[in-house]
């Protein structure tokens, strides 16, 4: 199949097209606005809806109606852009309806910069809204990964009827790589949308209601407790990772998104040298890869996380590490993008076992 040179920002907005993407409502930040730039002109060829809503708040509260009444729907936006969302997200999640949701994310916090930035790994891990609440999140390294994850993410989306949102750094969504949009991805069987708001009478003879509002405390906690048992499933099926040289490693790197692009061209250069390193590349950081953890092998002495951020994924590594390696922790924030030399000489630190 032939590739086309795309740039990243607008291969996820043709890429939702594939997707099947029914409707798109967003507001402009940079650095994602070619996303909606690029499906205002597309979005209406292809018999789809476009939308510019005055405000981010109003463009998630479009996700929500549109999503409420069966439509395939995707927003985007860019890290307080995204911020701006988390009640209306909240909202969704607790009212069962899927949607995508693409993060270009930037520096901060408050207004920040527009340089590329990891720094919003805990507002998306850890639910930026209110209550109890997960979203799968994927983070890709690479323009033909994130084309394949945003065209996926609608059928998952639709078979958890939640959330899904895609995180990439302004360096991936400025970036230019050859594409294949033809390339098959795996496809869900899903059921019919029959708790759809649509008009029509339900399976009780009696129309689709669609709320997150449970005033009895234990009707709440049942709600929640049935919304739990989603997330378990989505930690046991979708936990998505790579291991990347381990099977002999001293250090292994755990890094993500652009971090993980540069990890591996220090992992290139050190293996080069004979220094034996490894890296775990979550794909999902939501659930987190628990698994990649559980069976390194006999070498690796040492955890090196790095990020573009100070240390929100660190957060996690230490959980599912358990007091098992040693641990250590590199990070650039502000929308600096650090160099491979910086990565290699954070590695020697830790090589031959030294703390």
Known sequence: ???????????MALAAIKGGCDAFFGYPITPQNEIPEYLSYHMEENNRIF????????????????????????????????????????????SELPCVIINVMRGGPGLGGIQPSQGDYNQITRGGGNGDYHLIAFAPETLQETVDVVKESFDLADYYRNPVMIAVDGLIGQMMEPVDMDKEIPQKDLPAKTWAATGESGKRGSRNKIVSLHLDPYDLEKHN???????????????????????????????YGSMARIARSAVKA??????KVGIIRPITIWPFPEKAFENLPESVHT?????????????????????RY??????RAGGVVPETDEIIEQVRKYVGGNK
Do not use: C, W
């Open 51 to 94: 939308v510019q809503a005055e405000s981010e708040v109003a463009a998630i509260n479009m996700v929500y109606g549109a999503a409420g009444s069966g439509a395939r729907v995707l927003t985007s936006s860019s890290s307080p852009g995204i911020a701006l969302k988390q009640e209306g997200i909240s909202y969704i999640v607790g």
């Open 303 to 323: 955890l090196l996380t790095l990020e573009m951020s100070l240390g929100q994924m660190h957060q996690d590594v230490k959980i599912v590490n358990q007091g």
């Open 225 to 255: 407790l049935k919304l739990k048992e989603k997330y378990d499933k989505m930690v046991e099926n979708e936990q998505r990772y790579e291991m990347i040289s381990i099977e002999d490693a001293e250090v292994v790197i755990v890094a």
């Open 326 to 331: 040693n641990l250590a922790f590199y990070g």
């Open 270 to 275: 050190l293996r080069e040298e004979g220094v």
């Open 1 to 11: 199949m032939a590739k086309v040179l795309m740039k990243g920002n607008e291969a």
